[in-house]
Structure formats: structure tokens, C-alpha cells
């Protein structure tokens, strides 16, 4: 079959060039089809259990989406808990306020950045190689699994997908280059770089890096004798100017975030670090389990198989940088690149939790990296084990991710359901924030918000009910328990963590919430970190779901600094929507403080409690 009759009759084979042209047409037309079997399976779990209602970080674009609020530059430029995140912003907003008003539309975009970048990896591995290969089915695996579905289903991660998206089109032109690089490339290049500060601390952790890469780019131009090269240079030059310049600006003005733990423990950061480079592989890599959280047991023989790939790629590309010079821009671009990956996974280990699913989107791009190390570099026989390794790697635990993206998917579509389900019920607001409060931990925020997507018409909102007329019962600012705290006529000087005041009342009230009025400052001018609890006599202790911790996050604009009163109020206030009946109040201090209470108010709801 496919034999050829030559001139004296004789049967002969396909020539090797015919055979080798279709195997590489198979091999393309494998990887685009995995390619589009995972965008559609990506984009089926957007379609299923993608919701209409806004969680955590998408709150903050509520005002200025729904037009309730100027879009300004100070806005753009505001932090956002660490991040300054312009583009991100200005991306949602295009998507939001001037397309259709559904927060399902960063999940899309989500989607599509990542088969975008999956789908120019594919075809760059088969360039820079020379014909296509089975084994680049990796890039669509590792890019779009659902291990990534808490990003893929969260409107706000148009923030990853950013970041990310810019920083795989660097590694693509990066793989291409030549020394010295093409201008344009080099330009192209030079625009991710400069829009990477500006994707938040997600895409500045990556600049120092690849912004030595660019410089090392002009310096190739210019050591070139022409006049148009040294041009060329100057163009490249100024591209990292004005991408440290924004690293720069970045922190003029920079409030940490003050409760969010950070450790200059080098061990503690290492270690982080490799969890997050291993997380790059979704969830099932580290072995982590959905309901507790943890990683299991092989977790530490899996990150270091991961230090271990890192670390020969580098080597790889070090040696291929001094004994190469036609080489010297690819390798260096390759080399910094993996540092660049590695510089982020460095500064998330010193304030977070690296096994945070979330951060898949961010670390995947490192092992991207190391395929095309291993496609361009290396003995043919090793390119091709690396190779297969990491897709092996991937399908191994493919099974794994996808049922931790599904049990996820599954859970938030179940709980936000219900969520809507309520409002088209009838249940009044406060009761929504009550049972629903994990949506956000800013109770007074939402109460905010919550009307602006109401008369925005958006999804289910339209339907929301006002909150019926509350009874205020203010309490006597007189307490029955001090602990770690001084009082003298209504103020509240807490001495040390963990300080408290407990106020009882002479019988239980039915409870719709608890509000407090306050004043608060410390020394350190930090943002307040304050905790309401509340039980019935009936109850011996205070239950674990009875109380509300809060301290401003999200969008640092929101938030008068130093008074820490929200922009538009004259005095803070703070409610704890209950619903249940009260006999104790506790106000718990977790830092150092001097708080004075203005008013702690009983809210009595003129209905009653409607129960679910």
C-alpha cells in the first residue's frame, strides 16, 4: 500500500521525504485536535458552571462597571490588596461595562487566552524544531486542564490569564530568536515587558528578569557596526527603561498588606517556591486533595524531580550560551526566563500559601520553558525523554485534575445557585449576606454593591428585594468582660493580640444583625483587623460559623488611610448579620489597638427571621 511502479517495473517504497512529511502532518493534526478537544471541554465547564454572580475580588468591579463610578486614572492605578492592576482592569471593564454585563465574560476570556498561548506553543515547538511532534499534545494538556478551574470560573483571574498570556507570547518570541534578535520581535518583546508591571505583582515578579534578557538583546544590536543597529538598540533600550521605570513607580505610594504574613526564613521560602514550580502541573501533581487541602505523602519526591528538571535546563542552556554564539539570545532568553518563573515562585513563597490552586496558571509557563529547552537543546536522545517525560507527567495526572476542576466546578455552580435562588425567592438581603457571607468578607461592601447590580439589570439581581425596616436596640456601652484591653468612657485600648470586650444583654433578642459604629488607630497606622462574635444564652460558647473577622481588602481606594473610613462615610460601621437569637456580643481585637465605640446596635428585622 502507497508503493510506487518505477520506469522498469519494479515496486518501490515512498520515498523518506514523503514519509516523513506525513508522519509530521499526523502529528500536527494530533496535537490540534487534543488542542481543540481540551478548548472544548474548557469551554463546556465554563458554559455549565460558569455564574452570573460576582465572588470575592469581582465585587470591586461592580461600581465602576456597573457606572456607578468615574473610571479614572487614580483608579486604574490603585492598588488592588498588593497589585496595581491597570490593564487587567481596563480588560474587564471593555468587557463588562462596554459588552455584554456578565461576569461570565472574564471567564471566557480566560479560556481563550489559554488555548491562544497553547495553540502559538504548538506551532513554535514545530518550527523551532523543523517538523511537529506527537509529543507537543503537552502544551493544551498542561494549559487548559481543569485543574485550573477555580481560574477559569472566576472573573477576576482575567488578572493570571493576563499576566500569563504576556509572558508565554514572550517565551514564543524568545524561542524564535536569533542573536541578534530581529527589531521587530525584539519590539514586540519589549511591549510584553513594559505590560507586565502594569498586570500586578503577578507579572512585576517577572520583569526584573526578562528585562535583563531585553537589555542583553540591545547590547547584541548594539556591538553591531552598522548605523541602523545601533538604532535598533536604543529602541530596545528604551523598552527596558520604561518597564523598570513602572517597577519603580509601582511602590511610590505602596501600602502592604499589613495581616498577610511575611517570613525572610530561606529555607521556609525555598521550599514554597518549589511547591509552587511543581503546582505548574495543576493540583494532581502535588497530589492535593480536594477536601482537606494537603498535599499527600509524594508531594516532596514530585517538587524535587521538578528542582531537578529546572536545574538541568539551566545548566543546558548555560553551556549552550558559552559554546553556541549564534545561540546566545535564544539561550539567554530561555535561561532568564526559567529565572524569571523562578524570581515569582521566590516571592510568593515569603507571603503565601504556594499550594493555592489558583496559582497553576502562573507556574505553567515555567514547564513550557523546559519543553522547548529540551526541543532546541541537548542530545536528540534526551530532548526526546524530557519530552515525553513531562507529557507523560501530565497525562498521569490528567484523571486527577480534571475531577478536582469538576468536584470544584460542582461545589461553586451548587452554592451560587443557591445564592440566586434566593433572590428570585424573595429572601431579603441581609439574609443572603448572612448565609452566603463566604462571597465576600466585606459585609458593608456588598450592602453597597449589591443595589448597583440591581439597577444595572444584572442577571438575577434585577430581582432583589429591599431589606425590610429594622427595630435598633443600642446597647449600654457598659462591658462584662475586659480582656488584654483597658476602658475608660468608650474607648477601648487593646494592649496586646487577641484583646476583647463582651457586652450581655438581659435576655435574648431575635437578631437580624449587629452593627457597631467605631473609631480605630494603632501606631503603626494599619488597617483595622477586627472580629464580631455572638451567641444565645442557650449556647455555652461561641460557635465557629458565629462570628465575622474583617479588615479592608480588596481595592485599596475605597478606604480613607489613617482613618480607614470608607471614602464616602463619615464613621465606620460594621455589620454582622446574624439572624439568630442574641444574648452575648464579643468585639475581639486582633492587634494591639485603640478602638472607641460610638454605638453597638441590636438590628430587630419588623418581619421576623424568614427561615430557608
Known sequence: ???????????????????????????LVVSLSVWAIMLAATLALVARFGSNVPMWDDWDLVPTATGERPVTAEWLWSQHNEHRIPLPRLLLLGMMRWGAMDFRAGMYFNVAAASVLALGLIFTARRIR?????????????????????????????????????????LILIARATTPSKLLPALAAGVCVVLLPLCGANGLGLVPALALWLAYVAFLHGRMETRVERRNAVMVAAFVAVALLL??????????????????????????????????????????????HAPVFFWKIAYAAVLGLY?????????????????????????????????????VGMSRDPFETRYTTLSVPGFCAVYLTWTLY???????????????????????????GW??????????????????????????????ADLHQDQELMMDYVPMLRTAGVGVFRYLRNDPPFQE????????????????????????????????????????????????????????????????????????DSHIRYYPVG??????????????????????????????????????????????????????????
Not at 553551556?319 to 521566590?346: C, H, M, P, V, Y
Not at 456601652?477 to 496586646?496: D, F, Q, Y
Open 473 to 544: 436596640v443600642s446597647l449600654p456601652l457598659m462591658p462584662s468582660e475586659v480582656r488584654n484591653m483597658t476602658w475608660e468612657k468608650g474607648i477601648a485600648h487593646a494592649t496586646a493580640s487577641g484583646a476583647w470586650l463582651t457586652f450581655t444583654l438581659p435576655k435574648d433578642i431575635q437578631a437580624a444583625g449587629i452593627r457597631l459604629d467605631y473609631t480605630y488607630s494603632n501606631t503603626n497606622e494599619n488597617e483595622p483587623y477586627l472580629g464580631i462574635y455572638w451567641k444565645s444564652s442557650r449556647e455555652a460558647d461561641f460557635g465557629k
Open 555 to 612: 481595592d485599596r481606594a475605597n478606604w480613607q488611610r489613617g482613618t480607614w473610613r470608607r471614602q464616602s462615610d463619615t464613621i465606620t460601621s460594621l455589620h454582622a448579620w446574624v439572624c439568630q437569637p442574641v444574648h452575648t456580643i464579643r468585639l475581639l481585637a486582633i492587634k494591639p489597638a485603640t478602638i472607641k465605640i460610638h454605638d453597638l446596635t441590636v438590628l430587630v428585622s419588623a418581619e421576623g427571621e424568614r427561615r430557608p
Open 247 to 292: 517597577c519603580g513607580l509601582y511602590f511610590v505610594g505602596y501600602a502592604r498588606m499589613p495581616y498577610v504574613p511575611l517570613t525572610r526564613n530561606l529555607p521556609l521560602i525555598g521550599r514554597a517556591a518549589a511547591q509552587f514550580l511543581t503546582l505548574g502541573l495543576g493540583p494532581g501533581a502535588a497530589g492535593l486533595s480536594f477536601d482537606r
Open 130 to 170: 523543523g517538523s511537529a511532534s506527537y509529543l507537543d499534545a503537552f502544551f493544551p494538556i498542561a494549559l487548559m486542564n481543569w485543574g485550573q478551574a477555580v481560574n477559569f470560573l472566576w472573573c477576576w483571574q482575567v488578572q493570571y490569564f493576563a499576566s500569563t498570556l504576556l509572558a508565554g507570547g514572550l
Open 378 to 404: 541537548g542530545a536528540r536522545w534526551v530532548q526526546k525523554i524530557v519530552q515525553a517525560l513531562l507529557l507523560l507527567v501530565t497525562l498521569a495526572v490528567f484523571t486527577s485534575n480534571m475531577t478536582w
Open 1 to 27: 500500500m502507497g508503493a510506487t511502479m518505477n520506469k522498469a517495473g519494479v515496486t518501490a517504497s515512498p520515498s523518506r521525504p514523503t514519509i516523513a512529511a506525513r508522519g509530521n502532518r499526523r502529528a
Open 311 to 347: 536545574l538541568a535546563s539551566a545548566w543546558t542552556l548555560l553551556s549552550t550560551w558559552r559554546k553556541q554564539s549564534g545561540e546566545r539570545a535564544r539561550s539567554a532568553g530561555l535561561l532568564l526566563f526559567l529565572g524569571a518563573i523562578t524570581s515569582l515562585a521566590l516571592g
Open 407 to 436: 468536584r470544584w466546578a460542582h461545589y461553586l455552580r451548587s452554592h451560587l445557585a443557591e445564592f440566586e435562588r434566593g433572590i428570585m425567592a424573595g429572601t431579603p438581603p441581609y439574609q443572603l449576606l448572612h448565609r452566603y
